[in-house]
């Protein structure tokens, strides 16, 4: 794997978290540079964390499944961009209680919730052989830089890009899983 494609898969596993982090900077009266750090790092050290864990549980499956790994990173892939592009266009009647304050346990859920789907990209990072430590830290870091922007760009223009930033990232991890699958098939 490539580190266009690699970056492009941060992209789009940073996307929930570029949503969170807009959620939170909108909440935010005055642009808490410490604050938006402290959530970039949370996110960023979870985005990174799963994948890695992820890695490890596909190592220990590696043996039974490798006849069929390229279905499977891609309908890992698939579900997870296919999640997000629903997501994005289902009608959030919830209205988020806006709470200035940071919360630590707050930030491990939503740490937790929004990097489940770098966990199944761990696995498929397993069956393709890819280089683990280059790949969690070019996850972790673009996660990182993103989720400070989310936000900054919270604070200052609202949630409006929440959903362009989940459709953009559901239809990059249903193309590469794609384009995953199709080399496997020698399509490509």
């Given at each position: 794997m490539g580190l266009l494609e690699l970056l492009m898969i941060a992209i789009g596993l940073s996307m929930d978290a570029f949503a969170v982090a807009l959620c939170k900077g909108l909440c935010m009266k005055k642009l808490n540079y410490r604050h938006a750090v402290i959530i970039g790092i949370f996110f960023g050290g979870?985005?990174?964390?799963?994948p890695l864990i992820g890695w490890l549980l596909g190592h220990q499956l590696e043996k039974y499944i490798t006849a069929f790994d390229h279905w499977i990173a891609f309908f890992l892939l698939a579900f997870i961009g296919g999640s997000m592009l629903k997501e994005a266009f289902e009608e959030d009647n919830e209205v988020d209680a806006c709470d200035n304050r940071l919360n630590i346990k707050e930030l491990f859920i939503l740490a937790t919730?929004?990097?489940i789907d770098a966990l199944a990209v761990g696995i498929t990072f397993a069956f393709l052989r890819v280089s683990i430590l280059p790949s969690i830290?070019?996850?972790g870091a673009t996660t990182l830089v993103l989720s400070i922007i989310g936000v900054a760009?919270?604070?200052?223009?609202?949630v409006?890009?929440?959903n362009k930033a989940e459709i953009a990232g559901g239809i990059v991890?249903?193309?590469?899983?794609?384009?995953?699958?199709?080399?496997?098939?020698?399509v490509l």
């Amino acid at each position: 794997m490539g580190l266009l494609e690699l970056l492009m898969i941060a992209i789009g596993l940073s996307m929930d978290a570029f949503a969170v982090a807009l959620c939170k900077g909108l909440c935010m009266k005055k642009l808490n540079y410490r604050h938006a750090v402290i959530i970039g790092i949370f996110f960023g050290g979870f985005q990174a964390g799963m994948p890695l864990i992820g890695w490890l549980l596909g190592h220990q499956l590696e043996k039974y499944i490798t006849a069929f790994d390229h279905w499977i990173a891609f309908f890992l892939l698939a579900f997870i961009g296919g999640s997000m592009l629903k997501e994005a266009f289902e009608e959030d009647n919830e209205v988020d209680a806006c709470d200035n304050r940071l919360n630590i346990k707050e930030l491990f859920i939503l740490a937790t919730a929004t990097s489940i789907d770098a966990l199944a990209v761990g696995i498929t990072f397993a069956f393709l052989r890819v280089s683990i430590l280059p790949s969690i830290t070019i996850i972790g870091a673009t996660t990182l830089v993103l989720s400070i922007i989310g936000v900054a760009m919270g604070n200052k223009f609202g949630v409006k890009y929440k959903n362009k930033a989940e459709i953009a990232g559901g239809i990059v991890l249903i193309l590469i899983g794609t384009k995953i699958l199709l080399e496997h098939l020698n399509v490509l």
